[in-house]
């Protein structure tokens, strides 16, 4: 069993989104609706299908023919903005036999330029209502080791308690041993912290280890307990919580 909440959504699970969602590429506003629905096409986190009425379909074209997915039948379109095509950026459901998903766009993420939840700007994927992201300062003492080197050891860590995921130990910069790590031009986001603003690789015994540590100096304001603070990926570590040392955790999201 996992130390950690699975996420439980099945497949093809879907729910009405109530809130206002945008997409932009070019400059260029693709879709500006109320009505998205949350589709999981697999269980950790849904995707976006906007109705076909609140696209602006003048810069999508067709490319193929219709074929199958376990949403449905789908065509794939390219968007057309700032004077070149983005291939294969959005699907129409021509049919599905899923509730009210036919007729619907659903858009590939990466290839629009900004997402916005209301006037937040959104990443990597939806926010699942489902799911939830809690920051808490703790007095529990974290030890973080790398082949019997103390990288990091905090009285006062912020633990990052995420659906899915095993929880993530944040701690002050005060705390890490600096001498160990080498910085990284690497950055990723995420939907519920906002995006990295360092990644450090460590280097002990002789040996890398890239991107083992990250830091959000401006999180989301839900998360704002770990601005500043580094976190290390418990899949490449040793994390000691008061001298107990707890066993590595098989998935790789940060």
């Known amino acids: 069993m996992n130390a950690y ?3 439980i959504t099945p497949e093809n699970h879907i729910a009405s989104a109530p809130r ?3 997409g932009f590429a070019g400059g260029r506003t693709l879709f500006d609706t109320t009505a998205a629905l ?4 697999w269980p950790p986190y849904p995707q976006y299908y906007i109705p076909q009425r609140d696209v602006d379909m003048t810069a999508l074209s067709a490319n ?9 039948m789908v065509l794939e379109h ?3 903005v700032g004077g070149r095509a983005r291939e294969k950026a959005a699907r129409l459901v021509v049919n599905s036999p899923l509730d009210g998903v036919s007729g619907r766009l659903r858009f590939d993420w990466e290839s629009l330029d900004q997402w916005f939840e209301e006037d937040e700007e959104v990443f990597v994927h939806p926010r699942s209502p489902y799911d939830r992201v809690d920051a808490l300062r703790s007095r529990r003492r974290v030890r973080i080791e790398l082949d019997g080197v103390v990288l990091a050891e905090s009285p006062a860590p912020v633990f990052v308690f995420e659906t899915g995921l095993p929880t993530r130990y944040y701690v002050d910069r005060g705390d890490v041993s600096f001498e160990h790590l080498v910085p990284s ?7 519920y912290k906002g995006r990295t603003t360092g990644y450090w690789s460590v280097v ?3 040996n890398a280890h890239r991107d083992v540590a990250w830091s959000y100096d401006f999180p989301t304001r839900q998360l704002l307990p770990i601005a500043g603070l580094v976190a290390f990926l418990n899949e490449k570590v040793d994390i000691f919580i008061d001298g107990v040392k707890h ?6 999201m940060s």
């Open 5 to 7: 909440p699975p996420s």
């Open 20 to 22: 206002r969602v945008r």
């Open 38 to 41: 949350y589709v999981w096409e």
């Open 64 to 72: 193929g023919e219709p074929f199958s997915t376990p949403q449905g």
């Open 78 to 80: 390219d968007v057309h």
């Open 185 to 191: 031009d690497t950055r990723t986001a995420c939907p």
């Open 204 to 206: 002990v015994g002789g």
């Open 247 to 252: 066993e590595r955790p098989v998935t790789h």
